[in-house]
Nanobody, 119 residues
Framework: QLVESGGGSVQAGGSLRLSCAAS????????MAWFRQAPGKERGGVAR????????YYADSVKGRFTISQDNAKNTVYLQMSSLTPEDTAVYYC???????????????WGQGTQVTVS
C-alpha cells in the first residue's frame, strides 16, 4: 500500500514536500517514483529513485526544482518541490516501478494521489 501526503495549495515560487509511506511486501519496491496528472493531460513521470543505490532521475520539466529522496528506515519516499509554478498544478501519485524506468508502462502500483495546486 502506498499512502501520499503533503499536498495542498501554494503560491507560485513556493515549496511543498510530498511524502509516500509504503507498507506491505517490500521485496519488490526496488524503484519508486512520483507521477503527476494535470487537468486535461495524461499522467507523466516526474522523478524516480532506485531504493537500493539511491540513484535518481528527473523529468526535464522539474530538474533543478524537485528532489526525490528516501528514508528506508521509515519506508518513505519524499518529493521536495521548490520554485513551483502554476504548470506544476496536478494530482501527484506515488508509484512502484518495475523495471526502474520513468514510464507509465513500468508502473506496478499506484497510490491514491494527492492534489497540488499552485496559483
Amino acid at each position: 500500500q502506498l499512502v501520499e501526503s503533503g499536498g495542498g495549495s501554494v503560491q507560485a515560487g513556493g515549496s511543498l514536500r510530498l511524502s509516500c509511506a509504503a507498507s506491505g511486501y517490500t521485496y519488490y519496491r526496488n524503484c519508486m517514483a512520483w507521477f503527476r496528472q494535470a487537468p486535461g493531460k495524461e499522467r507523466g513521470g516526474v522523478a524516480r529513485i532506485a531504493t537500493g543505490s539511491g540513484n535518481t532521475y528527473y523529468a526535464d520539466s522539474v530538474k533543478g526544482r524537485f528532489t526525490i529522496s528516501q528514508d528506508n528506515a521509515k519506508n518513505t519516499v519524499y518529493l521536495q518541490m521548490s520554485s513551483l509554478t502554476p504548470e506544476d498544478t496536478a494530482v501527484y501519485y506515488c508509484v512502484i516501478l518495475n523495471p526502474c524506468s520513468l514510464s507509465l508502462a513500468s508502473v506496478n502500483q499506484w497510490g491514491q494521489g494527492t492534489q497540488v495546486t499552485v496559483s
